[in-house]
């Protein structure tokens, strides 16, 4: 590790523990090698490791991203800012990662948290319904999406419903990348769509087992999960050279249901397993317009798979 002067201070090289998402372990555990510094911001810093994976190293009151390695230390303590600057060397592998003359190793290993599916229909209905309620009133922020990406969002919620795969593709290239920011709204839209139709199509347990029955065939639900993992993979392909890497990075984990704590709480308010205010209202803190932008896409997802559960 080199060593930071500011001013007459001389700042000499830090290690410290950090818990790791296991979506992230085989880049972590794997042969120590380069990395690409992405963004530096005080309460998280992210890489591109040699393979291609994004990590995102966090203090301990800061979002937990599915790809995220946590640190002790709160953002108040500074132990990003004191140690990692713009344009600094990188390293990740063999069960650490280093950034400027901060080092990190990985002291446990956590898994992304996934909701638990929906009660039962009319459980999914009164969510969606409640956040759909929640946004006419107006969500304070506001999500940033544009108003051409809400036609793109709404064309993209209707081609899903109608298992049109092309029409949904189309959609969706008009959203990936839309906007400013390492996490543009379109993509943060996106994210929440992709996790609304992973985790809000599945039934609770018997009950809901048996009410789906009632609904839809086991053919019908295999079809929507391969239209599901179908777009998912579309979304990654536009993704990897229509956005940011950190904004990719988080489509390939939406897609393949993992997201962030807060967008996890509403799924699951959504899917009638928690309170709904209170999931919101911790979700409308992350970003700027982010956490307001997946609300939509959760939203959008949820309707989605109300109208093609309708329309089999």
């Given at each position: 590790?080199?060593?930071?002067?500011?001013?007459?201070?001389?700042?000499?090289?830090?290690?410290?523990?950090?818990?790791?998402?296991?979506?992230?372990?085989?880049?972590?555990?794997?042969?120590?090698?380069?990395?690409?510094l992405?963004?530096?911001?005080?309460?998280?810093?992210?890489l591109?490791?040699?393979?291609?994976?994004?990590?995102?190293?966090?203090?301990?009151?800061?979002?937990?991203?599915?790809?995220?390695?946590?640190?002790?230390?709160?953002?108040?303590?500074?132990p990003?800012?004191?140690?990692?600057?713009?344009?600094?060397?990188?390293?990740?592998?063999?069960?650490?990662?280093?950034?400027?003359?901060l080092?990190?190793?990985?002291?446990r290993?956590?898994?992304?948290?996934?909701?638990?599916?929906?009660?039962?229909r009319?459980?999914?209905?009164?969510?969606?319904?409640?956040?759909?309620?929640?946004?006419?009133?107006?969500?304070?922020?506001?999500?940033?999406?544009?108003?051409s990406?809400?036609?793109a969002?709404?064309?993209?919620?209707?081609?899903?419903?109608?298992?049109?795969?092309?029409?949904?593709?189309?959609?969706?290239?008009?959203?990936?990348?839309?906007?400013?920011?390492?996490t543009?709204?379109?993509?943060?839209?996106?994210?929440?769509?992709?996790?609304?139709?992973?985790?809000?199509?599945?039934?609770?347990?018997?009950?809901?087992?048996?009410?789906?029955?009632?609904?839809?065939?086991?053919a019908?639900?295999?079809?929507?999960?391969?239209?599901?993992?179908?777009?998912?993979?579309?979304?990654?392909?536009?993704?990897?050279?229509?956005?940011?890497?950190?904004?990719?990075?988080?489509?390939?984990?939406?897609?393949?249901?993992?997201?962030?704590?807060?967008?996890?709480?509403l799924?699951?308010?959504v899917a009638?397993?928690?309170?709904?205010?209170?999931?919101?209202?911790?979700l409308?803190?992350?970003?700027?317009?982010?956490?307001?932008?997946?609300?939509?896409?959760?939203?959008?997802?949820?309707?989605?798979?109300?109208?093609?559960?309708?329309?089999?």
């Amino acid at each position: 590790m080199g060593i930071h002067t500011v001013g007459e201070t001389v700042i000499r090289p830090t290690v410290m523990p950090g818990a790791a998402s296991r979506a992230v372990q085989r880049t972590l555990e794997g042969p120590c090698g380069g990395a690409r510094l992405l963004a530096v911001f005080p309460s998280a810093v992210y890489l591109a490791a040699a393979d291609g994976t994004v990590l995102a190293l966090v203090t301990s009151d800061a979002v937990r991203l599915p790809n995220a390695v946590v640190l002790t230390t709160e953002r108040s303590g500074s132990p990003l800012t004191c140690f990692v600057r713009e344009g600094d060397s990188a390293a990740c592998g063999a069960g650490a990662l280093r950034i400027g003359t901060l080092g990190v190793h990985v002291a446990r290993w956590w898994t992304p948290r996934r909701p638990r599916p929906p009660r039962d229909r009319a459980a999914l209905r009164a969510g969606t319904a409640g956040l759909a309620a929640a946004f006419r009133r107006g969500a304070d922020p506001r999500p940033g999406l544009p108003g051409s990406g809400r036609a793109a969002l709404a064309c993209l919620a209707r081609s899903t419903a109608d298992g049109d795969r092309a029409a949904a593709a189309a959609a969706a290239a008009r959203l990936v990348g839309l906007g400013p920011g390492l996490t543009p709204s379109g993509d943060d839209v996106l994210s929440g769509f992709l996790l609304a139709l992973r985790h809000l199509a599945g039934p609770a347990g018997p009950a809901g087992r048996a009410h789906e029955a009632r609904t839809a065939t086991t053919a019908d639900e295999g079809d929507e999960a391969d239209d599901t993992a179908w777009l998912g993979a579309r979304i990654q392909v536009l993704a990897a050279h229509g956005t940011t890497d950190l904004s990719a990075a988080l489509l390939g984990h939406a897609a393949r249901g993992d997201g962030c704590a807060e967008a996890v709480e509403l799924l699951d308010a959504v899917a009638g397993n928690r309170p709904l205010g209170p999931a919101l209202t911790r979700l409308l803190t992350v970003g700027h317009t982010s956490g307001a932008d997946l609300g939509l896409g959760v939203l959008a997802g949820a309707r989605a798979v109300l109208a093609r559960r309708q329309s089999r």
